[in-house]
């Protein structure tokens, strides 16, 4: 079972980052234009509404593949002097309430979204219907916590430990 998922948060996170890929792509296309475009007196409409909403992209796009790569910020000043058990839990714990943050975070965007679609809430300048965007930080949270739940359940049956997931950093 636990492959099975493991399989499931791997390939829904490459989806996630290739998605948040095409945003950067896009992005950098939308600034080069923009800039050149003011170059010759002809800015591009709409640039600044893109560049948000390509960042919301981005950000949440990436979100799952940090955490299955081991990249948020860890500090680990005083690691070497508590005992493997403290760190185990500390893993559990972090992993736990990531789990319940982005849970939270798309609980809360799917009702803004509600919110979004009841206003019609869009762009200002082109026009953007802002739910489109709040539904895939809702699709990208929850994929996340789905993420770190099944990184949660490695932890707690023994199939990865502090080093491994902390190995995955260090190239």
């Known amino acids: 079972m636990y492959r099975t998922l493991d399989k499931i948060a791997e390939g829904l996170t ?3 980052a290739l998605i948040g890929t095409i945003g ?3 992005l950098v296309g939308v600034i080069m234009v923009d800039v050149v475009g003011r170059y010759f007196g002809q800015p591009l409409t709409g640039a600044q509404d893109i560049t948000q909403m390509g960042l919301v992209l981005i950000v949440f796009g990436g979100m799952a593949l940090c955490d299955r790569m081991g990249g948020h910020i860890a500090v680990d000043l005083f690691e ?3 005992p493997h058990w403290v760190i185990r839990l500390g893993d559990i714990a972090t992993a736990l309430l990531g789990a319940v943050i982005f849970a ?3 609980w809360h965007v799917w009702e803004s979204s509600k ?6 809430l869009k762009t200002n ?4 219907p802002k739910a489109w965007f709040q539904w895939f930080v809702v699709g990208a949270s929850t994929l996340t916590a789905f993420g770190m739940l099944v990184r949660l359940l490695a932890l707690l049956t023994g199939r990865m430990d502090h080093q491994e997931h902390e190995g995955l950093t260090e190239l």
Do not use: C, D, K, V
Not at 125 to 128: F, N, Q, S, V
């Open 14 to 16: 490459s989806l996630s």
């Open 24 to 26: 950067l792509l896009g």
């Open 80 to 82: 070497r002097s508590f």
């Open 104 to 106: 939270t975070i798309a």
């Open 115 to 120: 919110l979004s679609l009841m206003l019609n």
């Open 125 to 128: 300048i082109i026009y953007l």
